[in-house]
C-alpha cells in the first residue's frame, strides 16, 4: 500500500507545506534577478513624481519649491523628470494609497515617489506599505501683521477691531475660528483658498492681520519690513512639522539613492537657493 493512501491530511501540516513552497518560489523569483524599483527607472529613463496641485509656492500651474526639488532628484538618479500632479484626497492615508503604493482608481498612479509628506510617526505606523524618509523643510503655522496697524502682539487680543485673512478650510482656520471659545470669529475673512491669498489681502491694504503657512505668508511677505510674521499666540502651538517624501516600502534602494540626493542638495546650498528663489526662507528640519 501506497504511504498516505487515503487517510485525511491534517490542515496545518498542509498549510505549513504551502506556506514553506511559496518562500521557495519568492526566493527562485529573487534569484532571477527581478529587477529593483531604482533599476526599473534607469532603465525606462525617467523618475514620476507625485506633487500636490494648487499649492504655493511648492506647486502651482507646474512651478514651485517642489517642482525645482523633483527636477533635481531626476538630475541624481540621470533620469528625465515625469511630474504627476494631483488634487489632494479626503486624508493623506488616501493620498499615500492613491500615489504611493496602489494607484488611483480614475487610472493614475502610483509615482514611483511622492513629495511633501509629512514626517510624522503616527502616519508612518498608520501605513505600514510606505516608507516615509527625507524630511527637507519645517512647515509651521503662523500669523503675519501690518505693524503700522497691529504695533505689537501679546496675544491675538492685540488685534482688537481688525479684520484677519485666514484660509477657512486650512489648520490655521480651524485654530482660529476655535480660538478662546470662538472670540474672534466675527473678525475672521475665510474666503481665501490658501495663505498665500490672505498674505496677499494683507498687503492691498484689506485686513489687519493674514495667518496660514510660514511658506504660504513668506512668499508674498518676506523681507519687507512693514510687516511681522510669528508665531500664532495660542497655548500648546506645536513647532511645526517637517515634511519629506513617501515610496513602496519594498523600494529600499531608491529611498536610499533619494535621501543621499537630499542630503547633497542641502549640504551644497542648493535646497536653501531653491527656497530663496521662492522668497521662503530655509533651515535644515
Avoid at 498542509?14 to 529587477?35: D, H, I, T
Avoid at 523681507?223 to 511681522?228: M, P, S, V
Avoid at 540626493?261 to 530655509?282: K, P, Q, T, Y
Wanted: hydrophobic share 45%; net charge neutral.
Amino acid at each position: 500500500m501506497k504511504s498516505g493512501a487515503g487517510l485525511p491530511v491534517d490542515p496545518s501540516r498542509r498549510s505549513l507545506v504551502l506556506g514553506a513552497a511559496g518562500l521557495c518560489l519568492a526566493a527562485a523569483a529573487g534569484a532571477q534577478g527581478e529587477p529593483r524599483a531604482l533599476e526599473r527607472i534607469r532603465a525606462r529613463g525617467r523618475l514620476s513624481v507625485g506633487l500636490y496641485n494648487e499649492m504655493p509656492p511648492f506647486h502651482a500651474a507646474g512651478a514651485g519649491i517642489d517642482v525645482e526639488i523633483a527636477k533635481a532628484l531626476a538630475r541624481a538618479l540621470g533620469v528625465e523628470l515625469s511630474m504627476l500632479p494631483f488634487n489632494a484626497d479626503e486624508n493623506m492615508n488616501d493620498d499615500l494609497r492613491n500615489l504611493v503604493w496602489r494607484g488611483h482608481y480614475l487610472g493614475f498612479g502610483p509615482a514611483d515617489v511622492l513629495l511633501h509628506v509629512p514626517v510624522d510617526r503616527p502616519l508612518m505606523m498608520g501605513n505600514p506599505r510606505v516608507e516615509i524618509f527625507a524630511p527637507y523643510y519645517r512647515e509651521r503655522v503662523m500669523i503675519a501683521r501690518d505693524l503700522e496697524r497691529v504695533p505689537a502682539m501679546e496675544s491675538l487680543k492685540s488685534f482688537a477691531g481688525q479684520k484677519i485673512a485666514v484660509p477657512g478650510q486650512s489648520l490655521a482656520g480651524w485654530l482660529l475660528i476655535g480660538a478662546d471659545s470662538g472670540a474672534y470669529r466675527e473678525q475672521l475673512v475665510t474666503t481665501w483658498k490658501d495663505g498665500t491669498e490672505a498674505a496677499q489681502a494683507l498687503r492691498r491694504g484689506e485686513v489687519a492681520g493674514a495667518a496660514g503657512h510660514l511658506s504660504e505668508l513668506q512668499t508674498v511677505l518676506g523681507g519687507d519690513r512693514r510687516y511681522a510674521i510669528e508665531p500664532l499666540p495660542l497655548p500648546r502651538m506645536r513647532e511645526g512639522w517637517a515634511v519629506g517624501m513617501a515610496v513602496k516600502k519594498e523600494s529600499t534602494d531608491l529611498a536610499q539613492a533619494l535621501q543621499a540626493a537630499i542630503n547633497a542638495l542641502g549640504d551644497s546650498g542648493e535646497l536653501e537657493r531653491m527656497f530663496a528663489r521662492h522668497n521662503v526662507a530655509w533651515a535644515k528640519p
